[in-house]
């Protein structure tokens, strides 16, 4: 089953010919719903005609799918900042009329050009989506990506696992004090399966967790970072079913040990 049959659908809208017209992402497709007919706008514009922004905005996402080079940006954030999309938008067009270039370090002049259009005209729900896309189609061919990318989504990984181990030691019975002061440490692995250690024992807590980057896709786009009250992290697919492999904490007198349960979605 693959990840993005269990997302829900978002929908945002653009001024397009006059209008307001609505593009949602649905079962890891864009719709443009005021233009069904895609290939033949496509066509109409190879002959001259005015490129509609819907249709824009359709070529957007699958060059971010197919490039993935935004995920530098998108990374550190967890949520929709109005304040760095200004600011982006102010050094985009900084980046085009002067040559200077505050962002996206890691890619080629042209390249950040197009990446940055794609991260200030997509939503951040959008682009979490075009990241899992990126790093699906990674896994299934072999993890092929280059360094610096590699680096991006491991620290996308960490940030996002540690927010997601908080919130389900928050639902820790009898409560945790205190679980975002626990330190936590989350390896990126592309070789181990996945794994948990240290234990929960007041000041003396500690949690360490092995990860592999697809974690993104199989766990955290479809929203089950926390499922149940606990941190999954872990996802196999089958053609119907999804199985998680999460933490339990398991009482050992004066402290709780981590322990891996599978159950299914």
């Not at 085009?96 to 002049?109: A, T």
């Not at 005209?121 to 896994?139: K, S």
């Not at 993890?143 to 680096?151: A, Q, T």
């Amino acid at each position: 089953m693959p990840w993005y049959e269990q997302v829900p659908p978002v929908t945002f809208d653009v001024d397009c010919e006059g209008n307001r017209h609505s593009i949602t992402w649905s079962q890891g497709n864009i719709v443009l719903q005021q233009h069904p007919e895609i290939d033949a706008e496509k066509a109409l514009v190879a002959l001259g005609g005015v490129k509609p922004k819907c249709l824009e905005v359709f070529d957007l996402w699958q060059l971010a799918v197919l490039d993935g080079g935004f995920i530098e940006e998108w990374a550190p954030w967890h949520y929709s900042d109005r304040q760095r999309r200004w600011w982006l938008m102010t050094a985009l067009e900084r980046l085009r009329s002067e040559g200077v270039q505050d962002f996206l370090y890691d890619l080629p002049r042209e390249r950040a050009l197009k990446m940055g259009e794609v991260s200030v005209t997509l939503p951040h729900e959008f682009l979490d989506r075009a990241t899992a896309a990126v790093v699906d189609a990674a896994d299934q061919r072999g993890w092929d990506f280059n360094p610096s990318l590699s680096r991006h989504l491991a620290e996308a990984t960490r940030l996002r696992a540690r927010r997601a181990f908080v919130k389900a030691v928050s639902h820790q019975r009898p409560s945790i004090p205190s679980p975002a002061l626990i330190p936590f440490r989350c390896h990126i692995n592309l070789s181990e399966e996945s794994w948990v250690r240290g234990y929960l024992s007041g000041r003396d807590s500690h949690v360490e967790v092995s990860l592999h980057p697809r974690w993104l896709s199989r766990v955290w786009a479809r929203g089950v970072a926390v499922h149940k009250g606990r941190f999954t992290v872990d996802a196999s697919e089958t053609d119907d079913s999804v199985s998680l492999t999460q933490v339990e904490w398991t009482d050992k007198g004066n402290k709780l040990d981590p322990e891996l349960m599978t159950s299914q979605l």
